[in-house]
C-alpha cells in the first residue's frame, strides 16, 4: 500500500516540469512588465516626449531593476509566494487602470475599502473575470505547479549575485543618464509612477494601510489652556501676519546676498534678514506642521504634529483672533480649528487659472481684512511661493526680470540658465508681496501695532548635482533644500520695544523654524508656561522697560 502511494507521488511530481529560480524570476517579470502594464507605457512615451531612445533606455533599466529585485528574493518558500501576489495584483490593477484609466493610489484605496458591497458588485462583470482568470490566476496556478530548483544558500547567494549586480549595474546607469528627465517626470505627473504595476498599487495599499493603523484614532491634545494676553488695557490691537512662504531657498535671496537683484523691495523697507535659516523639513509636508508646532525640529515627529494642537490654537486660548488663509495646496491640519479660507475655492479670474491663483490674490484680499480688524489678531498667509516646477506660473508678466525664462514645467526642454531665472522671478515676486504686504500694515498704524513675519517652508535644488526640486531626506538633503529666507518686519511699537543693535547682532545666528512659534507668541504677548524665550528670536533683545 505504502509503496503505491510512494510511487504514485513519484509520477505525480514528476509530471511536474522543473524550472530554476532564476528562469522564473524572469518569466514572471517579463509577463508583469508586458501585459499588465499598458497605461504605464503609453503615459511614459506621453510623458518623455516621443523620444525613443530615452523609453528605451527606461524601458531596459526598469526590467533590470525588476529583475534584480526578484531575482535577490527568489529563495525558498519565498519566491512562490511572492510572485503569486505579483501576479494577481498585477491583473486586478491593470484592469481598472487599462480599462478605466483610474491612478490607484491612496485615495482610491481609500475608496476602495470604503465602497459599499453594491458598488463592489457590480464592477464584478464576465469580463472582468475573464480577465482576471486569464492574467491572475492561470499564471498563479503554473507557477504554483512547477516545481523550482533551489541551489544551497551558499552556492545559491553566489549563483544569483552573478545575475543580481550586473542587473543592478544596468539600473544605475540607465537611471543616471536620465535623472533629470526621471525627477522631472516624477514630479510633474504624480500618477506616473503610481501607474506601473503592481509596484505603484502595492505601494498606496501599504501606505494606506499604515496611515489608517497611525492616524485613525488620533485625539488632539490641547495645548497652552493657560494662555493669555499681558498688556496694558486700552491700547491699541496687535496684529502679526505670518507669510508662510513656499519653495524660496535662501541662497537666491539677495537680502542674503545673492548676486542678483531678487529683493529690491524689501531692501529699502527696514527688515532684519536671518540669513543662517533652516528649514524643519525639505517638504511642505513635513515643513509647515513642524513651523506651527511646539516641538522642534529635533523632536518632532507626524504623529505629534497631528495630535498636539498648533501655534494658531495656542493663540484662540488666549483670545486672539487667529485665520489661516490657503493659496496653496491646505494647511496640513495646522488650522483645523480656527478660521480658513482657501482662496484657489474663489477661482477668481484676476489671478486663478486651472485651480491655482498668484499670490496677488492675498494682497486683494488683505486691505478689507485690515480694515475689519478691532482686536488683537494673527493672520497666517499660505503664499504659492515659488513652488514648482512651473515657476513661470508663479508671476505676472511685469515680474518678468531675470529673461529669458523658462516657460514650460518639463525642465528637460530649456537650459539650466532658463530655469534658475524663472526661479529668481518666483523670489522677486515674493519680495514684492512681501514689501506690499509690509505697506499694507504700515498704513494702518493708526487703528493697530502691526509686525510681518516670514519664512519659508523649505528650500529648492536648481540643478546642483544634478538635482531639481526638492523633498531629499533630510539627512542627506543638500542646503539648498534646507537653508530658507527668513524676514521680520518689526512696526513702530515693536521697534521701539527692542534694542536694534542687539537685534542686528542676533540676526546674524543661526535660527530656524524652530522659533517661529515662540516669536509669535512673544510678539503677541502671550504668557503661557508653555512658552519658551530661549526660542523666541526677540527675547533677548527686548527693553527692559517693555512688556
Ligand atoms: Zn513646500
Given amino acids: 500500500m505504502a509503496t503505491i502511494t510512494d510511487s504514485l507521488a513519484a509520477s505525480g511530481r514528476s509530471l511536474r516540469p522543473s524550472i530554476g529560480a532564476v528562469a522564473l524570476s524572469v518569466l514572471v517579470v517579463l509577463f508583469v512588465v508586458l501585459t499588465a502594464n499598458r497605461t504605464f507605457w503609453a503615459k511614459t512615451a506621453l510623458y518623455f516626449g516621443g523620444t525613443p531612445q530615452a523609453l528605451a533606455i527606461f524601458a531596459l533599466g526598469l526590467v533590470a531593476l525588476l529583475l534584480a529585485v526578484c531575482i535577490a528574493l527568489s529563495m525558498r518558500f519565498v519566491a512562490k509566494p511572492l510572485f503569486i501576489v505579483l501576479l494577481l495584483a498585477s491583473a486586478c490593477a491593470s484592469w481598472f487602470m487599462d480599462r478605466f484609466g483610474v491612478v490607484i493610489n491612496v485615495d482610491m484605496i481609500r475608496n476602495a475599502a470604503e ?47 552573478v545575475f543580481v549586480l550586473p542587473l543592478l549595474l544596468v539600473a544605475v546607469l540607465a537611471a543616471s543618464t536620465q535623472m533629470r528627465l526621471l525627477i522631472t517626470t516624477s514630479r510633474t505627473h504624480h500618477d506616473w509612477l503610481a501607474s506601473l504595476n503592481p509596484i505603484g498599487p502595492i505601494v498606496s495599499a501599504v501606505r494606506y494601510a499604515a496611515s489608517t493603523e497611525g492616524e485613525a484614532n488620533i485625539v488632539v491634545e490641547p495645548l497652552g489652556q493657560d494662555a493669555h494676553v499681558a498688556a496694558p488695557a486700552g491700547r491699541k490691537p496687535k496684529v502679526v501676519v505670518v507669510v508662510a512662504g513656499e519653495t524660496a531657498r535662501a541662497q537666491n535671496v539677495s537680502l542674503g546676498g545673492y548676486g542678483r537683484p531678487t529683493t529690491p523691495e524689501l531692501a529699502t523697507r527696514d527688515v532684519t534678514y536671518f540669513p543662517d535659516t533652516t528649514s524643519c523639513g525639505t517638504a511642505t509636508a513635513v515643513s509647515l506642521p513642524c513651523m506651527f508646532s511646539i516641538y522642534t525640529r529635533a523632536t518632532y515627529t507626524h504623529r505629534k504634529g497631528l495630535s498636539t494642537e498648533s501655534l494658531l490654537d495656542v493663540l484662540a486660548h488666549a483670545g486672539i483672533a487667529a485665520e489661516w488663509w490657503d493659496n496653496n495646496t491646505g494647511d496640513k491640519g495646522v488650522a483645523d480649528r480656527v478660521a480658513y479660507r482657501f482662496l484657489p475655492d474663489s477661482a477668481d479670474p484676476r489671478f486663478c487659472t486651472d485651480g491655482e491663483c498668484k499670490d496677488g490674490i492675498l494682497l486683494d484680499r488683505l486691505g478689507p481684512w485690515l480694515d475689519g480688524v478691532t482686536r488683537d489678531s494673527v493672520l497666517v498667509i499660505h503664499q504659492l511661493g515659488s513652488h514648482g516646477p512651473a515657476y513661470y506660473e508663479r508671476y505676472p508678466d511685469a515680474y518678468r526680470r531675470f529673461t529669458p525664462d523658462c516657460r514650460t514645467a518639463e525642465f528637460a526642454d530649456c537650459s539650466r540658465e532658463e530655469i534658475v531665472n524663472a526661479y529668481d522671478n518666483t523670489i522677486a515676486y515674493t519680495d514684492h508681496v512681501l514689501a506690499t504686504v509690509i505697506d499694507m500694515l504700515k498704513s494702518h498704524q493708526d487703528r493697530f501695532d502691526a509686525s510681518m513675519i516670514y519664512m519659508s517652508d523649505h528650500g529648492e535644488s536648481l540643478g546642483e548635482n544634478g538635482l531639481y526640486l526638492h523633498g531629499a531626506p533630510y539627512m542627506i538633503a543638500p542646503k539648498e533644500q534646507t537653508q530658507v529666507p527668513f524676514v521680520l518686519w518689526l512696526g513702530r511699537q515693536d521697534r521701539a520695544a527692542v534694542n536694534g543693535a542687539c537685534l542686528r547682532q542676533r540676526a546674524g545666528e543661526p535660527a530656524s523654524h524652530d522659533n517661529l512659534f515662540h516669536t509669535v507668541l512673544g510678539l503677541m504677548a502671550v504668557e503661557t508656561r508653555i512658552y519658551d524665550p530661549s526660542l523666541d528670536v526677540l527675547s533677548g533683545c527686548r527693553n527692559a522697560s517693555s512688556s
Avoid at 491572475?136 to 544551497?152: D, E, Y
Fill in 115 to 161: 465602497t459599499t458591497h453594491a458598488e463592489a458588485g457590480n464592477l464584478i462583470t464576465p469580463d472582468f473575470v475573464w480577465h482576471i482568470v486569464l492574467f491572475g490566476i492561470v499564471p498563479s496556478l503554473l507557477v504554483a505547479w512547477v516545481r523550482v530548483t533551489h541551489r544551497p544558500f551558499l552556492a545559491k547567494a553566489r549563483f544569483n549575485s
